[in-house]
């Protein structure tokens, strides 16, 4: 039995940039953002024992490329002691925040910079890794001890996406019959007390229900759950977005502010009743029989003391991805040829940028994997970095890109914990992970969104398999 105890610290810090910043995640809308609708926000839980200690981010970004993560984790873990290993920088996914994923999604970095705006988001960036590590150091230092346990609701919030349309076209849109994880978990971390600390909360719905018209930053639905948790519990509460690949909120790139308060607000409603159904407090059920003008049976919790964890273990790994063959070098000179002849039409014709920049996006993909081709690349991998904390029978698993739901659903039926809670888009984001269905099927993920990337390359159908069996080994080393 373990005589360390456990520790949690909690901070909250406004990484909202300046009004006029792109945002990301639409390729057509590069306009400036005009306002704000609400802060976003970057929260920070440190839990420790005397032996392990783990930083968990929740951040309203679309999401951190490779090399800013590994920066971010890097000056985290120096910044409270611990291994880079061990800090998990997760990010809800909103469209509706700036350019952090650099080189790609349309961004700052990307494609049509005006003067200055590189510049300034660089400027944005580096005082982004200096905010999150000096937060993560606030809420370390605000440790105290504490235990933790988690639950489990369902809100009819996501839908799968992949709609195919009558003529056999993928669409984005609702697929009534995919597959879909409507359950929200929930990890409560009370002091010694039952008083919360920290919620934290996980659901696998992309955090997209404002659209391409609209240009205020905003949290999207995550910030609603959030809100709507703390206002009843009185505890910092995080919002981790699950493996949302193929998965979207019933109301998805919407117009109306109201539409994101409907979205969080069945998910925030969700978390309450997984969050106080949980007891964290050690104790046995007691039944004494009394009487009044009926016999009675009474039943009361009798708590008594007992150790904060038993278990606190790290674990970290890579997923392999292997990417589809490279198209031959006349088959990408003839589609760069066709690319540049219709950016120049649209051009000469006076057309928006929102077909305009779009076009100028295949013509960056298209050379970048021309000169792969003529350097001797025939097909490529990409590696994930994988991380899993766990605590007793709760374990939470985490890793970079857009996947698919099938990757989370299969994990936590692979798992032995009791709760297991998962996290995409952390620490990361790099593509999309799609079944074989849809690697065969067709559809955004697998064509535009390779694009959008900037990968060569869409998966090859194994990906979801190969991916799962990595996750599978990191629970082996968690001893579950």
């Known amino acids: 039995m373990s005589n360390l105890i456990l520790t949690a610290g909690v901070a909250r810090i406004d990484i909202t940039p300046p009004v006029g910043f792109r945002m990301q995640g639409a390729m057509r809308r590069i306009e400036g953002s005009t306002g704000i609708e609400s802060p976003l926000l970057a929260t ?79 400027t944005y960036l580096e005082n982004l890794v200096r905010q999150l590590a000096g937060i993560a150091s606030v809420a370390d230092g605000q440790r105290r001890p504490v235990r933790v346990a988690a639950g489990c609701s369902e809100a009819n919030v996501a839908v799968n996406r992949e709609e195919i349309n009558h003529d056999g076209r993928v669409l984005v849109g609702r697929n009534p019959d995919g597959v879909t994880d409507h359950s929200v978990d929930v990890l409560r971390v009370d002091d010694l007390e039952g008083n919360a600390v920290a919620v934290i909360v996980a659901y696998a719905a992309h955090p997209v229900v404002m659209g391409y018209h609209t240009y205020l930053l905003s949290p999207d639905y995550p910030g609603v759950v959030r809100r709507i948790v703390e206002q009843a519990t009185n505890a910092t509460c995080l919002f981790l977005t699950g493996a949302a690949g193929n998965q979207a909120a019933r109301s998805f790139l919407q117009d109306d502010w109201g539409e994101k308060e409907r979205m969080g607000g069945q998910i925030g409603a969700a978390a309450l009743k997984a969050f106080y159904e949980i007891e964290s407090r050690p104790y046995k059920e007691v039944r004494e029989l009394g009487k009044s003008l009926s016999n009675i049976a009474l039943y009361h919790k009798e708590f008594h003391a007992g150790p904060t964890h038993h278990i606190f273990k790290v674990a970290a790994g890579t997923a392999k991805v292997l990417l589809q063959p490279l198209p031959g070098m006349a088959e990408l000179e003839a589609q760069l040829a066709d690319a540049e002849v219709t950016l120049a039409r649209l051009e000469a014709e006076g057309a928006s940028t929102v077909l305009t920049v779009p076009q100028q996006i295949v013509i960056r993909w298209t050379r970048g994997v021309l000169e792969k081709v003529k350097s001797g690349i025939t097909q490529e991998t990409l590696s994930y970095p994988l991380v899993g904390y766990r605590i007793d029978d709760f374990v939470l698993l985490g890793m970079p890109g857009e996947l698919f739901v099938e990757i989370q659903i299969r994990t936590k039926q692979r798992s032995k914990a009791k709760h297991t809670m998962f996290a995409g888009y952390a620490n990361g984001i790099l593509g999309y992970i799609p079944t074989a269905e849809t690697v065969h099927q067709g559809g955004m993920s697998v064509s535009s969104a390779v694009r959008t990337y900037n990968i060569s390359a869409p998966p090859v159908a194994s990906s979801v398999d190969d991916v799962v069996a990595a996750l599978g080994e990191l629970l082996g080393e968690l001893g579950l």
Do not use: F, W
Not at 48 to 54: G, L, N, R, S, Y
Not at 80 to 94: E, I, P, R
């Open 44 to 122: 920070a839980l440190v839990l420790a024992d005397e032996q392990t200690k783990v930083v968990i981010l929740d951040c309203d970004l679309i999401g951190l490329d490779l090399a800013l993560a590994g920066e971010i984790r890097q000056a985290i873990g120096e910044r409270v002691g611990t291994l880079s290993s061990h800090v998990m920088v997760g990010c809800t996914h909103t469209h509706n925040g700036p350019c952090t994923s650099r080189y790609n999604l349309g961004g700052t970095h990307d494609v049509a910079a005006e003067p200055g705006q590189i510049e300034a988001l660089d």
